[in-house]
Structure formats: structure tokens, C-alpha cells
């Protein structure tokens, strides 16, 4: 089993729909990073959380603790959320990615 | 700089050639991570400096792969004797301080490495 899973690995979807994006983690964490990865583009750092809820813009971030569970969720999504979208853990030494989710907005 | 700089953008060697790729991350970031990303799949862990010393070189996939990052702030990765399959993007990143508490991470662009 991956130390970090993600959940669905493709999605496509409809302008305005809103998103969920898993990911679960089989290590102890200090914090969860996720990641942005636009096509052809570099890596853009979304969020970085530890506890509780993060948002910015349409984009919120939630992680629990105890269930090692994070998720993303993009509120009246856009075509331009397509991207590749990664969360990350720090292990004992090394972040360890998950496999990323492609996500597809159509107009 | 503002950010993290990779060079170059992109680099079209020959099998068998000897290639540099260096990261110039944010000043001030004591931890380096060099990744790799194949199309279409994750990064791949590859090495994470803490400063000037290498904390986690797990991931290099032969002795063909060397980094360095002699005064804890720019890094080279070196690559001998390039094979096809090395082709990839190699990525950077650096953040202020790493191992489990890694604080907010910064990427390069990455470089474009393509052996023929």
C-alpha cells in the first residue's frame, strides 16, 4: 500500500460543478501539503495544513487528523482548475507524493 | 531571486553524455529537494539536502545520479552517462526548514532533460 493515496485519479467535470479531491495518508504527519500542477507547468504550493480547514479563493482544504484524511474541494469550478492536482506528506526525511489527480473542467 | 531557479529550462543531450542541472533555491531555505516527473505520472523522489549535507539520497536509481550542494544553498545534480530513460522533467524545491516539519514549499519550473 502507497503511504499516500489519492482519490479518483481522473475527473472530469462540468464548469460550476463542485470538486472533491481525496487523499489519504498512512504515515504520522506534522502537516499536508497540496499542490497545483498546471499542463506543461511547473508545481504551485495551494496549501499547507495541519489541522481543521484552510480556503483560499474557491479553493478549501480540509484535513483530519485522526482519520488521515485530507480533501480539496474547488467551489464553482472553472476550465482553468484543470490541472493536476497533489498531495504531499512529509516523512521522515523525504515528502512523499501522492499519485496526483487529473482534473478536467469542461466549459 | 524571488523564487526557485532551475537551468537550464531545457536540455537535449546524447546517450551517453555528461549533464549538470543546477537549483538555485529561495534564499534562506536550509532544505532542497531535487524530484523527477515522467509524463504523465508523480514526482519521484530523487534527494533532499538539509543544508549542505545530503539527509536522504534514497531515491537517486543508480551511482550514474550524484547532487551536491557544497555551500547550503545552490545544487547540482550530475548525471553520467545519460541513458534514454533518464529523460524527464527534474524538479526542485526548497522550503525554510524540512524533514517532518517542512514548512510551505517553493518549486522551480523544472528542467527538461531529453536524452536521444
Known amino acids: 500500500k502507497n503511504e499516500v493515496e489519492q482519490s479518483p485519479q481522473n475527473l472530469t467535470a462540468q464548469e460550476g460543478e463542485f470538486i472533491t479531491i481525496n487523499c489519504s495518508y498512512s504515515?504520522?504527519?506534522?502537516?499536508l501539503h497540496w499542490l497545483q500542477q498546471h499542463p506543461g507547468g511547473g508545481i504551485v504550493s495551494l496549501f499547507m495544513l495541519s489541522s481543521g480547514k484552510k480556503k483560499h479563493g474557491r479553493l478549501i482544504a480540509t484535513i483530519n487528523i485522526q482519520e488521515k484524511h485530507s480533501s480539496l474541494h474547488i467551489t464553482a469550478s472553472h476550465p482553468r482548475d484543470s490541472a493536476v492536482y497533489i498531495c504531499?506528506?512529509?516523512?521522515?526525511?523525504?515528502?512523499?507524493f501522492g499519485q496526483g489527480t487529473r482534473l478536467t473542467i469542461n466549459p | 531571486g524571488a523564487g526557485v531557479s532551475q537551468t537550464p529550462s531545457n536540455k537535449v543531450t546524447e546517450k551517453g553524455k555528461y549533464v549538470e542541472l543546477r537549483c538555485d533555491p529561495i534564499?534562506?531555505?536550509?532544505?532542497l529537494y531535487w524530484y523527477r516527473q515522467s509524463l504523465g505520472q508523480g514526482p519521484e523522489f530523487l534527494i533532499y539536502?538539509?543544508?549542505?549535507?545530503?539527509?536522504?539520497d534514497s531515491g537517486l536509481p543508480n551511482d550514474r545520479f550524484f547532487a551536491v550542494r557544497p555551500e547550503g544553498s545552490v545544487s547540482t545534480l550530475k548525471i553520467q552517462r545519460t541513458e534514454r530513460g533518464d529523460s524527464a522533467v527534474y524538479l526542485c524545491?526548497?522550503?525554510?526548514?524540512?524533514?517532518?516539519?517542512?514548512?510551505?514549499?517553493?518549486f522551480g519550473e523544472g528542467s527538461r532533460l531529453t536524452v536521444l
Open positions: 524545491a526548497s522550503s525554510l526548514i524540512g524533514g517532518r516539519n517542512t514548512g510551505e514549499l517553493f
Open positions: 539536502f538539509q543544508g549542505t549535507g545530503a539527509a536522504d
Open positions: 504515515v504520522g504527519i506534522s502537516a
Open positions: 534564499s534562506g531555505h536550509t532544505a
Open positions: 504531499a506528506v512529509p516523512g521522515a526525511q523525504k515528502l512523499v
